[in-house]
T-cell receptor, first 113, second 119 residues
Framework: DGGITQSPKYLFRKEGQNVTLSCEQN?????MYWYRQDPGQGLRLIYY???????QKGDIAEGYSVSREKKESFPLTVTSAQKNPTAFYLC????????????FGSGTQLSVL | AQTVTQSQPEMSVQEAETVTLSCTYD???????LFWYKQPPSRQMILVIR??????QNATENRFSVNFQKAAKSFSLKISDSQLGDTAMYFC????????????????FGKGTKLSVIP
């Protein structure tokens, strides 16, 4: 079955450490997105990519980095510059030009040790 | 910039009853889409219903329907015959239409309404 796989489900970060969240999709979607969710809040866009080797910043890109070397993969790195990384991170994808038909992964909970 | 407001942080409803969740939004766009997403305790984000702004007819998906009032910028969700499985956070979201520039790729979410269905 086609879908979006996020791993790990839970992740812990130490002070000063970079961590990478994985997102893989087998839907043949061109566009992929990373959202952050804080308790009691809706989702906020971190980065998005409409095509391989291209990506754009969202509202809250500071302290994060991404790469898009393959169509099916869009990893998110939470760098040490992100001072408040504890949150739930959701990856999503859609066909190019159809962001209104977004599908979400099951998410990764990142916590700081 | 677009904003989405959900004024009801929490609501409860008896099983088999009907409940309406409110959502208002602010935009200068004429072409856009509105959504209701459900997030159960598993935290999976699930699309409940989608409305295209240029369509007059309110969207319906089984027990879920919307009341879309474009002039008032209101987009409420009605859940009929509520079931225990409807217990979840519900998020209203907005995205500009395809030709609205870079913002076309960004969903704007409200803060959510926590719905509890009581047996």
């Amino acid at each position: 079955d086609g879908g979006i796989t996020q791993s790990p489900k839970y992740l812990f970060r130490k002070e000063g450490q970079n961590v990478t969240l994985s997102c893989e999709q087998n839907l043949n979607h061109d566009a992929m997105y990373w959202y952050r969710q804080d308790p009691g809040q809706g989702l906020r866009l971190i980065y998005y990519s409409q095509i391989v080797n291209d990506f754009q910043k969202g509202d809250i890109a500071e302290g994060y980095s991404v790469s898009r070397e393959k169509k099916e993969s869009f990893p998110l790195t939470v760098t040490s510059a992100q001072k408040n990384p504890t949150a739930f991170y959701l990856c999503a994808s859609s066909q190019r030009g159809k962001p209104s038909k977004l599908l979400f992964g099951s998410g990764t909970q990142l916590s700081v040790l | 910039a677009q904003t989405v407001t959900q004024s009801q942080p929490e609501m409860s409803v008896q099983e088999a009853e009907t409940v309406t969740l409110s959502c208002t939004y602010d935009t200068s766009e004429n072409n856009y889409y509105l959504f209701w997403y459900k997030q159960p305790p598993s935290r999976q984000m699930i699309l409940v219903i989608r409305q295209e702004a240029y369509k007059q007819q309110n969207a319906t998906e089984n027990r879920f329907s919307v009341n879309f009032q474009k002039a008032a910028k209101s987009f409420s969700l009605k859940i009929s015959d509520s079931q225990l499985g409807d217990t979840a956070m519900y998020f209203c979201a907005f995205i500009p239409g395809r030709n609205s520039g870079a913002g076309s790729y960004q969903l704007t979410f409200g803060k959510g309404t926590k719905l509890s269905v009581i047996p």
